[in-house]
């Protein structure tokens, strides 16, 4: 756990790429040997991270979508419940996001393929939401990068500490997903019982961070 945090932290800070195996290993106190030895080095320590990050958001994703067979609400509960991940796991979160492309070979594909199933589910919604008139959508992949964007931002800026608590992001999410696809409004009471969001073991649970802003709209 201490090692994926120090790495998780690294390379939210620096990056991959410019982060070392000897930088995490001091992170821990421990020597490249060690470390290549419990954890068989860099890019399986960044892949292990990111498909402990994307099984995460599949798992709340299942169980959004048991509840209900309304694409409204179906929607709005996908959208609730990776507004809470990103929110409870944003260094996590971030680097899962941003450090695809450093993977190789099996890692890169296994990543790939679970990012693409959860991206499905967000489709899948949204296809039938279109399909019954119950959304109003010109291009179903735009309407997609979209919502999945503006949730995954939220590891970018969203500050425990800040003005609105991680329930408030979820409402005003919901709303703005509802208008981007021409949904009718969904309140919170129609998505309960909610997806809980657990925070990930690679979650450093103290991370001060310049890059991340407090909300203050």
């Known amino acids: 756990m201490r090692i994926r945090q120090a790495a998780v932290r690294l390379f939210a800070e620096k990056g991959f790429?410019?982060?070392?195996?000897?930088?995490?290993?001091?992170?821990?106190?421990?020597?490249?040997?060690?470390?290549?030895?419990?954890?068989?080095?860099k890019e399986e320590l960044l892949?292990?991270?990111?498909?402990?990050?994307?099984?995460?958001?599949?798992?709340?994703?299942?169980?959004?979508?048991?509840?209900?067979?309304?694409?409204?609400?179906?929607?709005?509960?996908?959208?609730?419940?990776?507004?809470?991940?990103?929110?409870?796991?944003?260094?996590?979160?971030?680097?899962?996001?941003r450090e695809v492309h450093a993977l190789t070979g099996t890692n890169h594909t296994q990543v790939l393929r679970l990012r693409d199933d959860y991206e499905s589910m967000f489709q899948q919604v949204l296809e039938r939401g279109a399909r019954t008139g119950q959304f109003e959508i010109t291009d179903l992949r735009i309407a997609r990068l979209a919502l999945m964007e503006m949730c995954n931002g939220v590891a970018?800026?969203?500050?425990?500490?800040?003005?609105?608590?991680?329930?408030d992001v979820q409402d005003r999410f919901v709303e703005l997903s509802c208008r981007l696809v021409g949904s009718r409004s969904v309140h919170r009471e129609e998505c309960e019982p909610e997806a809980a969001a657990l925070h990930l073991d690679s979650e450093p649970r103290d991370h001060p961070d310049d890059n991340t802003m407090e909300v203050s709209a």
């Open 156 to 167: 970018n800026w969203y500050r425990p500490e800040g003005r609105l608590t991680v329930s």
């Open 17 to 41: 790429a410019a982060t070392g195996i000897r930088e995490i290993g001091r992170e821990v106190g421990l020597n490249s040997a060690t470390l290549y030895h419990y954890t068989g080095g």
């Open 47 to 97: 892949a292990g991270v990111m498909r402990a990050c994307m099984e995460e958001l599949l798992r709340v994703g299942r169980e959004a979508l048991e509840h209900s067979a309304d694409p409204a609400v179906q929607l709005a509960r996908l959208v609730r419940a990776h507004v809470a991940t990103q929110a409870v796991n944003p260094l996590t979160a971030r680097v899962t996001d």
